[in-house]
C-alpha cells in the first residue's frame, strides 16, 4: 500500500520502525564519536535508509522486512560516518560566518582578520592610486583645455574618428593629443 502512496500505511510502517531508526543513529553516534554531526544527522540518514527499503524491498528474495530495512538503515547511517571520518564534505563541516565575533569586548569580527586580495580594499593601493589621480590632474592642468577634453572623450572610450568629429579636429590631431598627454605622463614620478 505505502506503494501506491498510502499516506495511513507510511505512518504505521515509519512508527513500527522508528525505535529502531533511533537506536542505529545513537548507538553509531556513541561507539564512533563523529565531529560535526549529530544524532538528528544520523537518523535523517537511518529514515533514508528506512524509504531506500520499503521501495526496494522484494518479498520473492527470501529476505525479511524487519530485516532488510535494519540492513538498509544501518547501511546508510554507517555510510553516513564514514564519509564524516574521511572529511567526504569537509567544506560544510569547516565553514564559519564573517560576523562571528573573536574578542572578548566583541568589537572584531572574522571579517577584520581575512587578508583580502582585491586592490579596492587595499588601503596602501588606494594612496598609490590617490597620489597618481593627483599627479594626472596636475598634468592634465598644463594642458589646454581642448587637449583635456580629448583626453577625457578618449577615456571614455571614444574612438580617435568619434573624438575628431566632435571636437571639429583632425583625427591625427587627436592622436598627437593622446601621445603627448601618454608621454607627459610617463616622464612624471608615477612612471
Known amino acids: 500500500m505505502i506503494r501506491q502512496n498510502s499516506e495511513y500505511a507510511y505512518g ?6 522508528e ?3 533511533w537506536k542505529l543513529s545513537f548507538q553509531n553516534f556513541y561507539i564512533q ?3 560535526g554531526i549529530q544524532v538528528n544527522d544520523l537518523y535523517q540518514m537511518a529514515s ?6 520499503i521501495y526496494t524491498y522484494r518479498e520473492s528474495k527470501g529476505c525479511g522486512l524487519a530485516h532488510f530495512v535494519k540492513i538498509c538503515a544501518e547501511t546508510r547511517v554507517k555510510t553516513h560516518l564514514r564519509m564524516c571520518r574521511t572529511g567526504g564534505y569537509s567544506l560544510i563541516d569547516t565553514s564559519f560566518s ?3 565575533t573573536i574578542s572578548e569586548d566583541q568589537s572584531l569580527t572574522l571579517e577584520g582578520l581575512i587578508a583580502v586580495e582585491c586592490p579596492k580594499s587595499n588601503p596602501a593601493y588606494q594612496a598609490y592610486l590617490e597620489e597618481a589621480r593627483v599627479e594626472l590632474n596636475r598634468i592634465l592642468s598644463c594642458t589646454k583645455l581642448q587637449e583635456q577634453q580629448i583626453y577625457e572623450l578618449w577615456l571614455d572610450g571614444f574612438s580617435y574618428q568619434e573624438i575628431a568629429v566632435l571636437e571639429n579636429t583632425s583625427a591625427k590631431h587627436v592622436d598627437n593629443t593622446i601621445q ?3 608621454r607627459m605622463v610617463n616622464s612624471s614620478r608615477f612612471s
Do not use: H, N, V
Not at 12 to 17: E, L
Not at 48 to 53: I, K, S, V
Open 12 to 17: 504505521r510502517m515509519r512508527s513500527r520502525y
Open 19 to 21: 525505535a529502531l531508526m
Open 33 to 35: 564519536k563523529p565531529e
Open 48 to 53: 533514508m535508509g528506512f524509504l531506500e527499503a
Open 98 to 100: 564573517l560576523d562571528l
Open 180 to 182: 603627448k598627454i601618454k
